[in-house]
Nanobody, 122 residues
Framework: QVQLVESGGGLVQAGGSLRLSCAASGRTFSNLAMGWFRQAPGKEREFVAAISWSGGTIYYSDSVKGRSTISRDNAKNTVYLQMNSLKPEDTAVYYC???????????????WGQGTQVTVSS
């Protein structure tokens, strides 16, 4: 089992940027694919981005593609989500999660963090 702790959320104006971090512990991080998901009030959890253990395979949702970058530092057991040109519709709780392979399917992720709130004001 791996423990995940997100950080970096906050309140930002539309057009601004945030970098979310997810620190992992408890299992070999470098063997895991990592994903970012988000959930807005009253909506289902949705896929944002995923990255393979090596960083060689990356997926983005259409809603963030071109505005966000997922990356990882295996030496620091941390995965990042850089979000630019933020929009009010990006407002949500953002979760990181771990899986054996990168995928947009939430059910494939067995370990989840507690989430970090991102609020984008217009």
């Amino acid at each position: 089992q791996v423990q995940l702790v997100e950080s970096g959320g906050g309140l930002v104006q539309a057009g601004g940027s945030l970098r979310l971090s997810c620190a992992a512990s408890g299992r070999t991080f470098s063997n895991l694919a990592m994903g970012w998901f988000r959930q807005a009030p009253g909506k289902e959890r949705e896929f944002v981005a995923a990255i393979s253990w090596s960083g060689g395979t990356i997926y983005y949702s259409d809603s963030v593609k071109g505005r966000s970058t997922i990356s990882r530092d295996n030496a620091k057991n941390t995965v990042y989500l850089q979000m630019n040109s933020l929009k009010p519709e990006d407002t949500a709780v953002y979760y990181c999660a771990a899986a054996t392979a990168p995928t947009p399917v939430a059910a494939a992720y067995k370990s989840w963090g507690q989430g970090t709130q991102v609020t984008v004001s217009s």
